[in-house]
């Protein structure tokens, strides 16, 4: 367990004859002790760089590495205490689990062969792997590989635990059980640890921060409830959330609305310049179905999926449809007449992004 700080950290990718790839820029974060970081991104956005740089798999083109204090830029990856689980398991198939654990302890010559047996025991005891130490890789399901990745991690005893799109390759079920392995796993433990995924739901539920990144920019860090109820810019209210926010353009009216037609009008709940463009957020259970009150709309379709619905709905002149959570009981069909209630909105400046408050 340990500190962890990145600050101003690069990678830049440069091949003759082609133009160089800034794949990561200028990232600064801080991790305390114990803390899960989740790095949230779209494929690209520089955050699996990010890990492998902390790894020591990549170099560093500018900036520094440190855990608590001490450097690590320079140093290869097997001088340091970091356990990386990889988004491919990377077993080795002719071993069976216990000496795939095992095996990192026994090249690293970290223990006598005792106490390597009694860590291999007592991981696999923590992580739920007892029954099947002496099954190979290729016996085993998904979820317990990913389960041996982890343990195999976490037996070296790291500084700072590294996983990479750990849940990926697994089912919805094997997911939603993995994840909560995962996270008692995490907290027992109290490794520092920094989760990558593209994946908003491991974010919000595993992580106790969140790093949003877009082109090797970190475009917000916050809890998930500060990444959820109040998104620095569009990119990030549209890339977390489900059903996506609903973005909506229009032009502020002297009387603090935005007029996204000419029949249909908002009120922002922050002052606005008139006549500056905007961008109206509007998250999907923000928004109520009505008797007679609010914006008039058409039921374009409404899917009922038993714990709750989504309509989309057509506003009039509004060229974006308009997505709402409905009830379980509610009942739509195509062409409906409906009035939506608007609840919480964001506001964003059309050009840039930003959220204005």
Do not use: W
């Not at 997911?175 to 920094?194: P, S, V």
């Not at 709905?313 to 209630?341: F, I, K, N, S």
């Amino acid at each position: 367990m340990a500190e962890l700080e990145l600050r101003d950290v690069r990678k830049t990718y440069r091949s003759r004859g082609r133009p160089a790839v800034d794949a990561v820029r200028g990232l600064d974060l801080a991790l305390g002790t114990g803390e899960l970081l989740g790095l949230l991104g779209p494929s690209g956005c520089g955050k699996s760089t990010t890990l492998r740089m902390i790894a020591g798999l990549e170099t560093v083109t500018g900036g520094d590495i440190l855990v608590d204090g001490e450097s690590l830029v320079g140093r290869p990856a097997q001088r340091r205490n970091i356990g990386v689980a990889f988004e491919n398991y990377a077993l080795y198939p002719p071993l069976t689990v216990a000496e795939n654990l095992g095996f990192g302890l026994k090249a690293r010559r970290k223990a006598a062969r005792g106490d390597v047996d009694r860590k291999v025991e007592d991981i696999a005891e923590r992580v739920g792997l007892t029954d099947i130490l002496d099954a190979r890789p290729a016996g085993l399901s998904s979820g317990q590989k990913q389960r041996v990745s982890l343990a195999r991690a976490l037996i070296r005893e790291p500084d700072v635990l590294l996983l990479d799109e750990p849940l990926s390759h697994l089912d919805a079920a094997q997911r939603d059980t993995t994840r909560r392995e995962l996270k008692r796993i995490q907290r027992d433990l109290g490794h520092t640890t920094i989760l990558v995924t593209h994946d908003q739901e491991e974010a919000l539920s595993l992580a106790d921060r969140i790093a949003v990144m877009k082109d090797g920019v970190i475009q917000q860090l916050g809890t998930p409830y500060e990444i959820y109820d109040s998104p620095a810019n569009v990119f990030v209210a549209d890339f977390v959330g489900e059903p996506p926010i609903n973005l909506l353009t229009g032009v502020v009216t002297a009387d603090g609305h935005a007029r996204l037609s000419d029949a249909v009008r908002i009120a922002l709940p922050v002052p606005v310049a008139e006549g500056r463009e905007v961008v109206v957020g509007i998250r999907p259970e923000d928004l109520r179905l009505t008797g007679d009150e609010g914006l008039p709309a058409r039921v374009v379709a409404h899917e009922p999926l038993l714990e709750s619905g989504i309509a989309t709905l057509a506003l009039e002149g509004v060229e974006h449809p308009l997505v709402v959570v409905t009830d379980p009981e509610v009942r739509l069909a195509h062409d409906d007449q409906v009035h939506v209630a608007v609840g919480l909105t964001h506001v964003f400046d059309a050009e840039t992004g930003d959220t204005l408050r």
